[in-house]
């Protein structure tokens, strides 16, 4: 029998930082011929000069998309480990700011918090980032949340994701959304299959698919052979060029919601779509509806430094839907 406080609707678990955004005014960028791959370019050994710097506390990919969960009106709480620094405490005063419950933020006495830089030129960005080492374990979630979203830890957890899939296990009425970060994508599909398996919804972007199915194919193979690896919703998103979801039986492909004005910075565009994907599912919307809720979280975080300041609550996304032109609809595609 569990305790008097009910469920969380969603509960992310994954790493917290704090990003600065450092804006730089000389630099160039260089693309392959189909504008992907491109390279953030300074010159050596010189001083180059910045417009400014905006300190965004507490974030990544799962606390942004904890936040987003509160926006959208989803009970929501995090778990995650921070050190005993006033970084840290900063990082969980800005989540109890947007409405999330922080009863599973693990404190370690003797260690820093995540800070990361993002060098940021023109509505690109490439981040530096170092990740603390925690003494990772689960919390006793108590009552268990309805939805886990689990996404970017760091390295060396690889005992704490056994933790994760036996309670996955011990607890099948939990639904579990993952987006994979750089670490778990380098353990590898079999080191995580059980994880891979037990996900309702799993996303992830062209170029990731690849990777973890180590093939070049196209998206249709890409849909199906994620498909293959146990998740019973698929969705890879391909940038400014729309996302697509397969569920065994339909596959779609949304395209964007038109931007108001050119983006300004896009960190945290794919947080704001899987995670808005994720909550409308938890929400009880059908995969066609949450791919047209998705892309406006995108559209509208891509406005503003840092990957939480544009989310948008539930009224403000359906208003910005109400005015969607009649093309703006999931179309079916062949896998």
Known sequence: MFGTRKPLDFLAIGDITTDAFIRIKEASVHCNLN????ELCMKFAEKIPYEFVEVV???????????SAARLGLSSGI???????????????TLHKNSVDTRYVLKHNGTLTNYHYVLWYEDERTIL??????????????????????SSVGAGTESYHDEITAYLKDHSYVKLAFQPGTFQMRLGYERLKEIYKRSEMFVCNV???????????????LLKGMRDRGPKIVLITDGPRGAYAYDGKEAWFMPPYPDPQPPYERTGAGDAFASTFASALALGKPVREALMWAPINSMSVVQYVGAQKGLLTRPQLEE??????????PQPFAV
């Open 35 to 38: 504008k992907d791959e491109c």
């Open 57 to 67: 506390k507490g974030v990544g990919n799962s606390p942004n998309a904890a936040v």
């Open 79 to 93: 778990a995650t480990n921070i050190g005993d620094d006033q970084n840290g405490k900063e990082c969980v005063d």
């Open 129 to 150: 980032v170092k990740h603390e080492h925690y003494d990772y374990h689960l919390p006793t979630f108590d009552p268990p949340p309805k939805w886990i979203y689990l």
């Open 207 to 221: 170029g990731e698919a690849r990777q973890i199915l180590g093939t070049e194919g196209e998206l249709p193979a």
């Open 320 to 329: 910005y839907l109400s005015k969607a032109t009649h093309n703006y609809i």
